[in-house]
């Protein structure tokens, strides 16, 4: 898979230009950056082991996000260290306590909002604490993300199984109606998440 080459090729270019004490990954439990702890953990890549990972935790946290974190940090034996709040101040607060950070590996593809016009390193806006941004997987579609996932049997939120395919916090996320399947029964079920079609165009469709 050229995709996943030219993944691979951005992470160890992360690591020739920056030690990996100055690199953190951006965690949220969410499958994009799950398959970017996957790659990390299962590289060769000299020193990407030692690539911090740091849980943002939103206001309203799912309890199943919570549980997929612990569930992380016993799969691949690592430490994942928690930071409250947005990300903005997240990444000030990631910033103010390990002032040795330079850059930040994050999960964002292009069809996700705001991200058409990023490049694999680019570094973060003005007013935002400066960083550079690395990308891994700005061309992976969402498909190729839950190929991954599956192929490699790669452990991801439950909620997936539940028919959530863009997972937030508990005040912004529902299940995508696009995965609801017709029941005469009151309660409502739902597709698992790798079985929504046209995936980049509707996997927000559960976003509020």
């Known amino acids: 898979m050229s995709k996943l080459k ?13 030690s990996p004490g100055e690199i953190f990954l951006s965690f949220n439990g969410g499958k994009d950056c799950t398959v970017l702890l996957d790659l990390i953990h299962s590289s060769n890549l000299t020193g990407a082991r030692e690539i911090k990972c740091i849980y943002v935790r939103p ?10 974190v612990e569930q992380c940090r016993e799969h691949y034996g690592i430490t994942i260290s928690t ?13 103010r306590e390990d002032t040795q950070i330079k850059a930040c590996i994050m999960g964002s593809r292009r069809s996700d909002p705001y991200c058409e016009q990023l490049e694999p390193f680019k570094e973060t806006d003005a007013g935002w604490p400066k960083l550079m941004r690395i990308n891994p997987l700005l061309d992976w579609t969402c498909d190729d993300i839950w190929n991954y996932i599956r192929e490699q049997n790669v452990p991801y ?19 995508n109606p696009h995965l ?19 995936a980049d165009k509707y996997e927000r469709a559960g976003r509020l």
């Open 180 to 198: 609801k399947v017709e029941s005469k029964d009151e309660e409502a079920t739902y597709l698992p998440a790798y079985a929504l079609k046209d």
């Open 59 to 68: 206001l309203n946290p799912f309890s199943e996000i919570e549980e997929f």
């Open 83 to 95: 930071v409250n709040g947005g990300i903005k101040s997240a990444l000030e607060a990631i910033c």
């Open 157 to 175: 939120c439950t909620l997936y199984e539940r028919g959530y395919t863009s997972i937030g916090d508990k005040t912004n996320t529902i299940p």
């Open 6 to 18: 030219e993944s691979l090729r951005i992470i160890k270019q992360a690591l020739t230009t920056f």
